[in-house]
């Protein structure tokens, strides 16, 4: 077919081809639509559809350029599913009852002439509902006809003086984040990241359906929304998913946090309402893209779901989080008690009734209830493990055996409660290397006694059996437990040696050899700002106690002198000595009558005194 259409009438930006046709046929022939396809053998359905070969042949019969058609017309591609410069769609997101115009952007074609009314591809779709040039709300006809789709708005909307009142009295509308990145998106711009990673109408809905939730709450009835209100949501949900993942997971979370749980028995679609139930009952196996998943996983994550039950779609094979009550069910337990003990475990936040702690880590919660299954208290212990009260102390405190809750971080209830497991380990651990006998071989003795014998700690003794350095360990056959082990306090003795004795002296025994009484000793110590001494500190036991090195004392020996040591070594009278040093300008190196003691330089004394 040559190029029949005279002279050529371009597209405006932005027109769709069916509004491109409408405008030729008034233009060419005057005439209708449909009378137009008919002369040309187009089908309008083919036409609607957005058919290649229909483009073709407009593109032949104009002159117009075939690409530059198909950039402006959606096809179809499937049965209700359609695509538009490389997005695919359904027709959920391009209405096909609907079609939305801007009486101001009518009435500007208005301006320019006759039957020059212009459809622009934004208003195809669903998320687009306020003209981004005017910011006014874009008007819906409904089509009533069966050929209303492929009029023009120049037949469709009101005609000239009633499109001009409409453009006057719309109200200002902006527009929404969610709008301005589909039609971004189909401009070919980038957006944010997880938004671009999927269809656009699963972004544009997911985005949606969060907006709803965020906006309208758990107990949302998407029936009673209206265009207003879907605009508004779009803009609530784009704050949220145009953060991606961790965002959405951040709003899931508030959303928990925010709705009161009272009797912990609240599941997800109490609390994620109109998105849930929208991915929940989805019917004909709708794809609606990643947004499943991360609430999926997000559910999982803090709620109890059952394993085996369906949700959104796909069963769930393991349970990751118990309720308080599921837990208690399966381990046996009383519901308040288990209640305490996760909350003591930290396992659960006493405080925080929301839905966000409704439940419990499933791997960390059995555990816990497992142990509190086998659990004994502290006074069962003894007959349990056959040891005394005493030692069964001792081995709680040296951290042997460890109570299923540390005291320090909570209920004091359970702090004395012992899992049998680990009793019954610290018993299989101990007794690792013992040899089974009748009776005990003769020196061998109970852990207690050998303890006595070889003035060694129990908790040391233990400490050998738990690491096996003790090559000699029995087992009475006909005894049971702590007391049925037997060892060897020679090989205890040996294995444990005695640090060697600390011979440092203490201040009064360090007085005593220097030559000095105690209250000098101990004058010279408070003198402010003394060096005389720098005593160090032995550890005794629990306490610390002041001690002097020998190399301290011979140091304090070769700078200074006592007058008794002078009257001595020179055999005079104490007064003369005294006179002999005053004469030479020697003076005491401090008060006398402080340190109760007369002490001199020796490097002064010594060429004095002789
Ligand atoms: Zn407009």
């Not at 009278?573 to 002490?599: F, T």
């Amino acid at each position: 077919m040559t190029q029949v259409l005279k002279p050529y009438l371009p597209q405006e930006r932005d027109e769709t081809v069916l509004s491109w046709v409408a405008r030729l046929a008034a233009f060419h022939t005057g005439d209708i639509v449909a009378r137009f396809l008919n002369d040309f053998s187009i089908p309008s359905q083919r036409l609607l559809a957005g058919d290649n070969e229909v483009l073709r042949n407009l593109a032949e019969i104009t002159g117009a350029d075939f690409g530059g058609l198909r950039a402006l017309q959606p096809e179809q591609t499937d049965q209700r599913r359609y695509r538009f410069r490389g997005n695919d769609f359904s027709s959920e997101f391009m209405p096909q009852k609907e079609l939305a115009y801007c009486p101001r952007c009518l009435r500007e074609d208005d301006e320019r002439g006759h039957s020059t009314r212009v459809g622009r591809w934004m208003w195809l779709f669903e998320p687009v509902r306020v003209c981004e040039h005017h910011n006014v709300p874009l008007i819906v006809h409904q089509k009533t006809k069966w050929n209303d789709m492929i009029r023009g708005f120049n037949e469709i909307a009101p005609e000239k003086t009633a499109i001009a009142r409409q453009a006057d009295n719309m109200p200002e509308w902006s527009v929404s984040p969610l709008q301005g990145y589909v039609v971004d998106r189909m401009r070919g711009e980038t957006g944010p990241a997880w938004l671009d990673s999927q269809s656009i109408e699963q972004a544009s809905r997911a985005t949606t359906m969060i907006g709803v939730l965020e906006g309208w709450g758990a107990s949302a009835n998407l029936h009673t929304l209206v265009d207003d209100d879907w605009d508004k949501a779009g803009q609530l949900g784009f704050e949220v998913t145009s953060g991606g993942v961790s965002t959405i997971r951040q709003f899931f979370e508030r959303i928990q946090r925010n709705h009161p749980s009272p009797n912990a028995n609240v599941g997800p679609q109490a609390v994620f309402g109109p998105l849930y139930k929208w991915l929940q009952f989805s019917r004909g196996g709708k794809d609606y893209g990643p947004i499943k998943d991360v609430l999926r996983e997000h559910i999982l994550d803090t709620m109890a779901v059952k394993a085996g039950s369906n949700l959104l779609g796909e069963i769930v094979h393991e349970t990751r989080r118990h309720t308080v009550k599921s837990l208690a069910k399966k381990s046996g337990l009383d519901v308040r008690t288990l209640r305490r003990a996760l909350v003591s475990n930290g396992l659960l936040n006493g405080g925080d009734k929301s839905s966000l702690n409704n439940s419990v880590d499933a791997v960390a919660g059995e555990q816990l209830a497992g142990a509190l299954s086998r659990a004994i208290t502290f006074r069962e212990i003894p007959e349990y493990l056959n040891a005394t009260r005493g030692q069964v102390e001792t081995l709680l405190q040296e951290g042997f055996l460890q109570p299923i809750i540390n005291p320090s971080g909570g209920n004091r209830r359970f702090s004395s409660w012992v899992d049998t497991r680990e009793i019954d380990d610290l018993i299989a651990r101990v007794s690792d290397r013992a040899k089974s006998v009748d009776k005990p071989t003769s020196g061998m003795l109970r852990i207690p006694d050998a303890a006595q014998a070889s003035k060694r700690p129990t908790k040391d003794i233990v400490g050998l059996l738990l690491k096996g350095r003790l090559s000699t360990v029995e087992k009475i056959s006909t005894e049971r437990g702590y007391l049925s082990l037997r060892v060897s306090p020679v090989e205890v003795e040996e294995a444990l040696p005695l640090p060697q004795a600390d011979k440092r002296p203490g201040r009064y025994q360090a007085a005593k050899l220097l030559g000095l009484s105690s209250r000098t000793m101990k004058r010279l110590l408070e003198t402010p700002g003394q060096d005389f001494f720098h005593p160090e500190v032995r550890k005794e036991g629990a306490c610390a106690k002041e001690c002097f090195s020998f190399e301290e004392m011979e140091r304090f020996k070769r700078k200074y002198v006592t007058l008794g040591e002078l009257k001595k070594r020179s055999g005079w009278h104490h007064a003369d000595v005294q006179k002999e040093l005053r004469m030479h300008g020697i003076h005491p190196v401090c008060d006398p009558k402080w340190v109760c003691a007369y002490l001199f330089e020796r490097e002064q004394v010594d060429p004095v005194i002789l």
